[in-house]
């Protein structure tokens, strides 16, 4: 059973930071592309930014510049620098592991995702 558990949400003022963290479980971790998706109350479920296996990293337009995706193979965690936070930061963010796996001629996409976590961004 693979299991994503999010930390390091919370409250934070306008412009600044916060660090979330995902540790998973009950998977080979470093095999997995590990991204962290956001949503906003009545808004659907975007990618804030993903990381490769090798290390490869992709950004939304939204964030780049501000937020920083990493990953520590060794401890099983993925997180998330948050830098330059504004009032648009503010939604419940989502770890999510993906994989594809090719049995006999045949691929499956193995999807996981976290419970959320609250990121509040006010005065």
């Known amino acids: 059973q693979v299991q994503l558990v999010e930390s390091g949400g919370g409250l934070v003022q306008p412009g600044g930071s916060l660090r979330l963290s995902c540790v998973a479980s009950g998977t080979i971790f470093n095999l997995y592309t590990m991204a962290w998706y956001r949503q906003a109350p009545g808004k659907q479920r975007d990618l804030v930014a993903d990381?490769?296996?090798?290390?490869?990293?992709n950004y939304a337009d939204s964030v780049k510049g501000r937020f920083t995706i990493s990953r520590d193979n060794a401890k099983n965690t993925l997180y998330l620098q948050m830098n330059s936070l504004n009032s648009e930061d503010t939604a419940v963010y989502y770890c999510?592991?993906?994989?594809?796996?090719?049995?006999?001629?045949?691929?499956?996409?193995?999807?996981?995702w976290g419970q959320g976590t609250q990121v509040t961004v006010s005065s």
């Open positions: 999510h592991a993906h994989n594809r796996v090719v049995l006999l001629g045949h691929a499956y996409d193995l999807d996981y």
């Open positions: 990381i490769t296996s090798g290390g490869t990293t």
